[in-house]
């Protein structure tokens, strides 16, 4: 149920009446009758959380006193009469905020009321608000009830709800009053049998005053004799239904929503109501703008009253209000709409109103290929009229991140704003960017990078698996590898799980794939930190002679979370060149001055050294720097072992970046098995060359064996 009013206004008020506040629990027996006892005119009596039996030994009075009843804020109260509430004596009754469980009432004769006046003086008032009633079984008489000899001054019904109830609600019964209102109320499962007396849910005999029935919702409110409706004022009094619904079950659609001698009625909708030219409303009182019609509830039959974004009765009622209890018209909200919610209004993606201006904002995690637009909905459903912008196609995220969307409902958003209706600005990412895959690929991945500026660490989330590589790439912008140039780098990463051939490397910055500078595997342990620190060289590419730092993490999972942070990347001067030499079992490893590469003057990055081989020889390269050791391939010995074919005297090249068609080598060197062996005819262009171990002779330009088979180039 809706607060309507706040303990601390209730209290505020007591304090400036100079009047008690009364606090109770449920831990006294008749603890409601006892304080009400007790209290004075102007008390306010709180009641704290729990369920209140009130025993059959005397009434709930109010004796001449002006006592309101309330539940402590935020608690829920259950009031259980076993005799009626009774005013007397001009009293004046307010309730706030409790329920009422009328299925334990004791008959005690004809006036087994809830709410009663008691015989005599006049000026009893009654007031309820927030207030609940369901159980009441009585046949003869209702929840509130008067007489001609039990009167009523005045009674006002806001934000309450009564349900699951046997006969009327509210009986005024010869009474004269001054005013009934009744708003912003749901009376709904109010049943009847056929031997019960002529009476409607709210019925009304008073023989003077004045009735306000408005915003008040009428759900299953069943009136067997159908000669009557749910609310019924057969008498002189010129009542006042406006903004209301009235709406049956379609098992028992029959009879009247409105039986009224005189008055108006207007900006009602009636439901499943045959009387009256299927209107349900009686030709007594003046109707204006009425409609009939399915309210559209999202669940009446599981009393869920709420209306879709559908419904007639939205925008129906008096200066374009909308007809009904107003705690069943969900609030028409701007929500961000996409693939990522499967297009339907998802409360985790509700716009939030800027403080000044028209303007909405949500921040988020979008990814690379999401799809969205803005919608107004109530959270249960989206009209056809309420997409923006409507016509256009949907926004297209180019790259996941974390976002703040801006959206303007009038489409004054400005140059820069999609269709004038959005703006979405991703996160300040500093010198981090994320790249997956590519621009060939018709599938992105879904995995995306954050950064916090403050923590400067930046993080990966591996969202899906993906055949092939750059399943989740990053590269770090902040300074380009230039030709030649040194840089010391240094990061530490963290990840949730192992992950391994991590690789770090200088690229293009045009991001061609496998235009590699230079590079170093190595894997992740999880939740262990890993520290890289090193010295790198640029080394000039295939595409160009600068490059961005990239983190390739290729062989990740969906699942993975790989922290990056300690980052730094400046340039520094470079240490001396490492010499390289070739070692092996001829040398005992060790790195002698007669086998020292050259540096190539036609290859960069390139090194050959020609040398006498023989069949059997272990070989490998190690380069030395700064006293440091680094052997090509990694470790100790386990090096190329030499066959006949390659023998001799022999061009050895050496990379220290490696060649993967060098792979029968070892992957960083390669021997050239092709040799001349001598001219034959200079004249006649021939020449005998030796090719892994076999002579063959080329005779211009065309190459035959010894036989004088030709051979295929």
Same mark, same amino acid.
């Given at each position: ?92 009754? /307010? ?11 004791? #008959? ?118 159908? #000669? ?32 009224? +001698? ?54 129906? &009622? ?26 339907? +209004? ?54 996941? &991140? ?8 009038? &489409? ?145 999972? +969906? ?66 720097? /700064? ?6 391939? +990694? ?79």
């Amino acid at each position: 149920m809706k607060k309507v009013f706040s303990l601390c206004v209730a209290l505020l008020t007591a304090w400036a009446m100079n009047a008690a506040v009364i606090n109770i629990n449920n831990g006294t027996s008749d603890a409601l009758r006892k304080a009400l006892g007790g209290a004075a005119s102007g008390d306010v009596i709180v009641m704290a959380a729990g369920t209140y039996e009130e025993s059959n030994s005397d009434y709930i009075a109010f004796t001449g006193k002006d006592v309101t009843v309330m539940a402590e804020e935020g608690a829920e109260v259950i009031v259980v009469p076993k005799v009626p509430v009774r005013l007397k004596s001009g009293a004046r009754a /307010e309730f706030i905020n409790i329920k009422f469980d009328c299925g334990h009432l004791s #008959d005690m004769g004809s006036y087994s009321e809830i709410i009663v006046p008691a015989d005599g003086t006049e000026g009893k008032k009654v007031i309820l608000n927030g207030c609940e009633f369901y159980g009441w079984k009585q046949k003869s008489n209702a929840i509130i009830h008067t007489r001609s000899d039990r009167q009523l001054d005045s009674l006002v019904i806001n934000n309450c709800y009564f349900h699951d109830n046997l006969y009327n609600c509210v009986n005024l019964k010869y009474a004269s009053i001054s005013g009934l209102v009744i708003k912003n109320s749901t009376f709904a499962n109010i049943t009847t049998d056929a031997n019960a007396p002529s009476i409607g849910v709210i019925d009304v005999q008073a023989t003077a005053g004045s009735v306000l029935i408005d915003h008040c919702t009428f759900y299953n409110a069943q009136a067997k004799n159908t #000669d009557y409706g749910a609310i019924k004022i057969p008498n002189t009094i010129a009542p006042v239904v406006s903004n209301c619904i009235f709406a049956m079950p379609e098992e028992y659609a029959d009879g009247r929503a409105v039986y009224v +001698a005189d008055g108006e009625v207007k900006n009602c909708l009636t439901y499943n109501y045959t009387k009256d030219d299927n209107t349900g409303i009686h030709s007594g009182p003046t109707v204006t703008d009425c409609i009939t019609g399915d309210p559209k509830f999202v669940d009446a039959a599981n009393a869920d009253y709420r209306v879709d974004a559908a419904s007639p009765v939205l925008g129906a &009622g008096t200066e374009g209000s909308d007809l009904g209890d107003q705690r069943w018209i969900p609030q028409m909200e701007y929500y961000l709409v996409g693939n990522m919610t499967e297009w339907v +209004a998802d409360p985790k993606f509700k716009l939030v109103k800027a403080a000044e201006g028209d303007e909405y904002t949500i921040k988020l995690t979008l990814f690379a290929g999401d799809e969205f637009k803005v919608a107004k909905s109530d959270g249960l459903s989206i009209s056809d009229a309420n997409w923006f912008p409507m016509a256009a196609e949907n926004f297209k995220v180019k790259a996941s &991140g974390e976002y703040t969307v801006y959206f303007d409902p009038n &489409g004054l958003g400005g140059e820069d704003w999609y269709e004038g209706y959005i703006l979405a600005e991703g996160a300040n990412l500093g010198p981090w960017d994320s790249w997956f895959g590519d621009a060939s690929w018709t599938q992105e991945t879904n995995s995306y990078i954050t950064f916090d500026p403050a923590a400067e660490k930046a993080t990966v989330y591996i969202r899906e698996n993906k055949n092939g590589q750059w399943l989740a790439q990053v590269k770090y912008q902040g300074i380009p590898a230039e030709d030649g140039k040194c840089y010391h780098v240094a990061l530490k990463m963290k990840a949730n799980n192992d992950i391994n051939d991590v690789t770090l490397k200088w690229q293009d910055d045009n991001n061609v794939p496998n235009v590699i500078y230079e590079n170093q595997t190595i894997n992740l342990g999880a939740n262990d930190e890993y520290v890289y620190d090193e010295v790198v060289k640029g080394v000039l590419g295939e595409k160009g002679s600068t490059g961005l730092l990239v983190l390739d993490f290729g062989y990740a999972s +969906a699942g993975d979370v790989i922290e990056i942070y300690g980052v730094i990347i400046e340039e520094t001067e470079c240490p001396e060149p490492p010499t390289y030499y070739l070692v092996g079992s001829m040398t005992e490893w060790a790195a002698l001055d007669e086998y020292r590469f050259t540096e190539s003057a036609e290859v960069a990055g390139e090194f050959t050294l020609e040398t006498q081989l023989e069949a059997g020889m272990l070989l490998k390269v190690v380069g030395i720097s /700064e006293g440091e050791e680094t052997w090509y391939p +990694a470790g100790f010995q386990d090096g190329y072992e030499v066959d006949a074919a390659h023998a001799g005297l022999k061009t050895v090249y050496f990379r220290p970046a490696g060649n993967e068609d060098w792979a029968a080598f070892g992957r960083y060197i390669y021997i050239d098995a092709t040799q001349a062996v001598s001219n034959v005819n200079e004249a006649a262009n021939t020449n005998r060359y030796l090719r892994d171990g076999q002579v063959f002779i080329q005779i211009d330009g065309k190459t035959y064996n010894v036989l004088g088979q030709k051979i295929a180039q």
